[in-house]
């Protein structure tokens, strides 16, 4: 059976989620496997993950402009290694997005000027993830990438004011929602685990240990694979237009 991601033309492929090292976290493999198939990838992220504080990135030796600069530059050394063309940073303050019109109208703006065959974001659904409570910031970035898709972006009768901009309705052919519990689609990302990973630990200001962040990551193969030989998959929700 074919791949469903076996597009047999370059896509555009737009990711709109909440912080960085988002992109990474989520589908990083399978972002890193359509780079290498020439598809084109973008970033939109809603927040420049000013709160991201932990046991080595403390607030007293960094302000939240001074965190915010340090994700910039590490979510672009790992847009890099996953082999995305550009990040576009919206930069909301960390952990206060809602998915409210202005936020709508603003990924509608987003979307119709990109204009992707494929939206990527996440589920507004999934909230008992494995660590706990899904963060409110990614429910809402997938609230409202999907509210912007659908019925807005595709319509000139919603926003109007951005037709008045020049900005042309587009709807994307394709909609990929990681961070799932309800897939219906299960990529083998195997061969492109190790690419995830190598982006991901850019982001070094949110990784304490860097040997047991490693090995906690390569613990996360299939239930079905052994340590000697694992298996690596990314899970979507995938709704198809057209
Ligand atoms: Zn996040």
């Known amino acids: 059976m074919d791949q469903p991601d076996a597009w ?20 990083g493999a399978t972002l890193a496997r359509w780079a290498r198939a020439k598809h ?46 550009s990040v576009l940073f ?7 997005v809602v998915p409210d019109l202005d936020l709508r109208r603003e990924l509608v703006r987003v979307i119709r000027k990109q204009k992707p065959d ?3 974001t996440c589920d507004p659904q999934d909230l008992f993830a494995v660590y706990g409570i899904n963060h409110p910031d990614h429910r809402a970035a997938g ?22 901009e020049g900005y042309e309705p587009h709807m994307p052919k394709e909609v990929w929602c990681s961070h799932t519990n309800q897939a219906n689609v299960t990529l083998d990302i ?11 630990l850019q982001h070094r200001s949110q990784i304490g240990d860097i040997e047991k962040f490693t090995e906690r990551m390569k613990s996360r193969h299939t239930e079905s694979s052994r340590d000697e030989n694992p298996r690596y998959e990314e899970k979507f929700r995938v709704i198809k237009y057209g």
Request: glycine share 4%.
């Open 8 to 27: 047999p033309t370059p896509q555009k492929i737009l990711v709109i989620l909440a912080h960085p090292d988002d992109p990474e976290f989520f589908c």
């Open 40 to 85: 084109k990838i973008i970033y939109c992220l809603l927040t420049c993950g000013d709160k991201g504080y932990n046991d080595t990135t403390k607030p007293e030796d960094l302000s939240t402009d001074e965190l915010c600069a340090t994700r910039h530059r590490e979510q672009n050394a790992a847009a890099k290694v996953i082999g995305a063309e």
């Open 90 to 96: 919206l930069d909301h303050p960390d952990g206060y």
């Open 118 to 120: 494929v939206l990527v």
């Open 143 to 164: 609230q409202a990438a999907l509210d912007a898709v659908f019925p807005a972006a595709g319509n000139a009768a919603y926003f109007p004011e951005l037709s008045t």
């Open 190 to 200: 195997t061969e492109t685990w190790p690419i995830k990973l190598e982006a991901l």
